[in-house]
């Protein structure tokens, strides 16, 4: 399984110390809690090593380091194993947070790090894509979620409309 070379990769890099943390995110981490369902690629957000206090603002010693290990790049992604990975810092409080508060799990018995459901939930309303609506509605219907997490959630980072209008848009009964 592809995803498995994809993670021992992963997990070299953090003992490397080019990466200190990373989480995958998007639809691969969802399929850690619903039906697996088909991606293109793999999305990776990391924390890199930079000077105390300070945020490094370049992922090329990500490349640098998988481009060395013989990955090769293809358009904004590395090809680790055949799989397309898309390599992000984190861009909100939200998705530092989904970092910070990342969930391990075994693929066979190689140890890993996905976004939590109630994380990938809230980071969803955030970016407001049908897609991502789309997989919402799938947590919801799997029962996926602890409400009362995921609502602590978007409290704290303000999206408390954006869910009052996915429960609008998706959830009410319409008459």
């Not at 990373?22 to 293109?40: K, S």
């Not at 990776?44 to 206090?53: A, D, H, R, S, W």
């Not at 090809?79 to 409080?93: C, D, E, R, T, Y």
Request: proline share 6%; charged share 20%.
């Amino acid at each position: 399984m592809k995803i498995l070379e994809v993670i021992k990769t992963l997990n070299q890099m953090q003992a490397d110390g080019v990466i200190v943390r990373y989480a995958i995110g998007g639809a691969v981490a969802a399929t850690f809690h619903l039906e697996p369902v088909t991606t293109l690629d793999v999305d990776i957000f990391v924390v890199l090593k930079g000077e105390p206090g300070s945020r490094p603002t370049s992922l090329q010693p990500v490349f640098d380091y998988l481009l060395a290990h013989g990955c090769t790049m293809a358009g904004e992604y590395v090809v680790i194993a055949g799989w397309p990975v898309q390599f992000l810092p984190p861009n909100s409080p939200l998705v530092e947070e989904a970092l910070h508060q990342r969930a391990a799990r075994d693929v066979g018995s190689i140890p890993t790090w996905i976004f939590t459901a109630e994380h990938l939930a809230a980071i969803a309303l955030q970016t407001r894509r049908p897609k991502d609506k789309a997989r919402l509605v799938q947590f919801i219907e799997a029962d996926a979620l602890d409400i009362a997490r995921l609502e602590d959630i978007v409290t704290r980072h303000h999206l408390s409309d954006a869910l009052r209008r996915f429960r609008r848009q998706f959830l009410e009964d319409i008459p």
